[in-house]
């Protein structure tokens, strides 16, 4: 963890200095509607480098580049395929990310080296006004150290990487709670590359069927898509379900759906009483993070109704799983 502290500021107030601190080479955490994103100027090779040192992220990671507006995209890249556009007219500003080719004036570390690069324009108007008045695109990943837990709070962000980020504005609890969905859709059949925020189910509904490739740690489609990922510092293991607690003295937490599990767990974090998936995606790695801090040895997580955003959520559980090796 990095020394010192950023500034905290708030995002209802003045964004005329974060927006300078981030044209200005600097690293500025905000809010969007997934997650809290560690934004660098995508123009600045030096900037988007300091992402990478603050986020001990690889190289290999493209990061996605954030713009204020859908009528920027045409801008910075001139020509967008059909089905980009499409989407993009459909979806922004949203929980959508789509691929596009790299244009001359983003430096090729922003993309890892790819010839295409990762769109989106958050629905989130402080992270929009955030861009606006920086008047540059914004290169940003999640706010956390890579590989762990993404921040839907401020005060996670504050706590994984402390003074490595210069600026944090504060615009209270993300409303998704888990990564947008990304989209491929330069070709005839659109192919989700990282399921998200928006789910699948309404992606088919605007284009028809699409493909879901998703990435494991031999071969990530979305670089960043390793199969180890998203992980609690407490090694997480998914619940065989109709498996009974184990009483064996050990100090576990419990991450379930809707339903307060019997036995004896040190912590349980319910997602949502209502059993409403969207409400479980939001409170997702919140709930996670809260478990991490409760000083348990282990945490088990039940697997969420696997549709609709529940399918996104499954998919942060297992990669979380994927982490963990039982001793032994
Ligand atoms: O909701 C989100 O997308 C959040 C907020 C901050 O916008 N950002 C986010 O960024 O989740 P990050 O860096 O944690 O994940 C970016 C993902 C990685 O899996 C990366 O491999 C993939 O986007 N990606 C970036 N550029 C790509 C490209 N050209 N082709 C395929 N995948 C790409
Ligand atoms: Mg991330």
């Not at 708030?10 to 200005?24: C, F, K, N, Q, Y």
């Not at 430096?107 to 958050?122: D, K, Q, W």
């Not at 801090?293 to 088990?300: D, F, L, P, S, Y």
């Amino acid at each position: 963890m990095s020394t010192g502290s950023p500034r905290v500021l708030p995002a209802e107030g003045d964004l005329t200095e974060a927006a300078s601190v981030l044209r200005t080479g600097g690293l500025v955490a905000f809010p969007t509607e997934t997650v809290y994103g560690l934004g660098a100027n995508a123009l600045d090779a030096r900037a988007a480098a300091r992402i990478f040192e603050a986020k001990a992220r690889p190289s290999f990671d493209p990061l996605i580049t954030h713009l204020a507006d859908a009528a920027d995209l045409e801008a910075l890249v001139g020509v967008v395929p059909a089905g980009v556009a499409a989407l993009a007219e459909r979806f922004w500003p949203g929980p959508l990310t789509l691929i596009v080719d790299r244009p001359e004036a983003i430096p090729p570390i922003v993309t890892s080296g790819l010839a295409t690069m990762a769109v989106r324009v958050p629905d989130n108007e402080y992270a929009r006004q955030l861009i606006a008045t920086a008047g540059v695109p914004v290169a940003a990943p999640s706010a956390n150290r890579f590989g762990q837990l993404s921040p839907t709070r401020a005060e996670h962000v504050v706590r994984g990487l402390g003074g490595a980020v210069d600026v944090v504005l504060d615009g209270g609890p993300t409303r998704c709670g888990i990564e947008s969905t990304i989209v491929d859709a330069r070709g005839d059949r659109p192919v989700v590359l990282r399921l998200g925020a928006l789910p699948v189910e309404e992606v088919e509904r605007f284009t028809g069927p699409v493909t879901v490739r998703q990435g494991s740690s031999g071969q990530p489609v979305a670089p960043g898509t390793l199969a180890a990922h998203y992980a609690p510092r407490t090694p997480l293991r998914l619940r065989d379900v109709g498996a009974p607690p184990v009483e064996d003295g050990v100090r576990r937490g419990y991450l379930a759906f809707r339903d307060r599990p019997a036995g004896g767990w040190a912590a349980v974090e319910v997602l949502s009483t209502a059993g409403d998936l969207t409400e479980a995606a939001a409170r997702l790695f919140e709930a996670l993070h809260r478990l991490d801090a409760a000083g348990v040895t282990e945490i088990v997580a039940e697997p969420v109704p696997e549709r609709g955003v529940g399918r996104a959520v499954n998919d942060r559980l297992r990669r979380a799983a994927a982490t963990w090796h039982p001793a032994g």
